[in-house]
């Protein structure tokens, strides 16, 4: 156990970032992958060598330690699932306690951590961890994540989900409509967004971009458009990595429901999240409005749609439990709502009046949003009762692991607060030092 803390912690203390290779060239034509139906092992210099050499090639990749309970539970699967596409797409595993330096610059922070990576760019899975969902995010993941369009079939489905992402082109200069960069950008994005390329300039009138100069990159979320304010469009690390900074701060949906899809996004991010907490068989329609009114009134507060708030529900009674533990609110409190600062381990649930915030008035709630921002309301910790006794918190620990809401950025944040004690504990006893002890268990 305090092996995998110090693991976990030891990860943590690395940045998130997205490492994306150079291209170089090679033979395309030649190459099979997968031709054993095998689990490949990767780390190190042959990392380097299959993965981010060779950008055209695929990979599925299971990042994992030794240690960790759910990555024994799914390595069968994973077995199974190289030998399914056995000379289609080649199947992997990085043993992060071997090769860090390779799981630090894919963001790995948990295991297992799933990714697929092509086109120089990463797409988490973070669906179920059975066979047929990891196939059928494979097949997905292994087209192009582009969907070419003219402003008709743009028009017709730009509906059909809540974020879109949409590169305008104009024909005739073909050095402008780099269409890789854009198939890389679309590929790290497909948990998030629906990527058009078109080259139809009615589309640039239809949304409302009359003026602009092309090529032109556009993130549309309900019914706003937002145009990438960057030039260049260049297949480079550089250019992907602008793009995608920029669009990772602005991907949210105007407002969400919390999942276990993207908690631990939500919850460890740097973003102020209007966290509001609904039993959906009383009024749901209601909440959500005022969900959605409050986010229009905070963006409208706003020059631009910055994506530094997000506005987030969760359901109440199927996680009563988690809400009652760290937020305090039980049943009957419902609907209710607070503004988490995550970074920071705290949220807000009182205006400066001392009255439980609350989303019936959306211009309150942008005002309580930017007192919370300016230090204006009194914070409480989102690490409950952490020190009040270390074994107390052990086994309160030990049970929120089975919560997906418990990042894992979290989960090793709260652990060492509360194990802190235990530690200090443990060498008193022994007079050595505690972590060299229990590491040795393992
Ligand atoms: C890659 O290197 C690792 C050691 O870092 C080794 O265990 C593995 O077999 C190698 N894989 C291939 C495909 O050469």
Known sequence: MLTNILIATFLLAFQQQNVVAAATQSDISNYQPNTAGEVVVLGGANFTQEVQDHPERSWFIKFYAPWCGHCKTLAPIWVELANTLKGKTNIAEVDCTLAEDICRDYGVTGFPTLKYISKNSAVEFRGARDHSTLLEFTEKASKSPVTYVDNSELTAKLPEQEV??????????????????????GHALLND?????????EAVNNLGLQGKSLPMLV???NGRTLVYPGQGFLNTKEDRKDILNWIEDRKYPLYFEMGPGNSNEVLRG???????????????????DLLKATA?????????????????????IKHSRYIYSVYGFGGNDLPAVVITDAKNHNYFAENTDGKPLNLANPQAMVQAIADAQAGLLSTKSTIPRAQKTAIFINKAINKARKYWYVSIPAFV????????????F?????????????DKKE
């Open 164 to 185: 879109s992402l949409i590169y305008i082109y104009n024909k005739d200069q073909p050095e402008t409509a780099n269409h890789d960069t854009i198939e890389s950008v």
């Open 219 to 221: 993130l549309h979320k």
């Open 193 to 201: 967004a629906v990527t058009y390329v078109t080259s139809d300039l």
């Open 413 to 424: 944040a709260i652990t060492y607060v509360a194990l802190k004690p235990l530690f200090a």
């Open 296 to 316: 229009e009134a905070y963006i409208e507060s706003q020059k631009e749609d910055n994506g530094q708030v997000l506005f987030v529900w969760l359901d109440g």
């Open 270 to 288: 740097k973003k102020f999240v209007v966290l509001s907490f609904f039993n959906p068989s009383r009024e749901l329609e209601k909440q959500t």
């Open 426 to 438: 443990i060498a008193s006893m022994d007079g050595t030092d505690s972590t060299n002890k229990v």
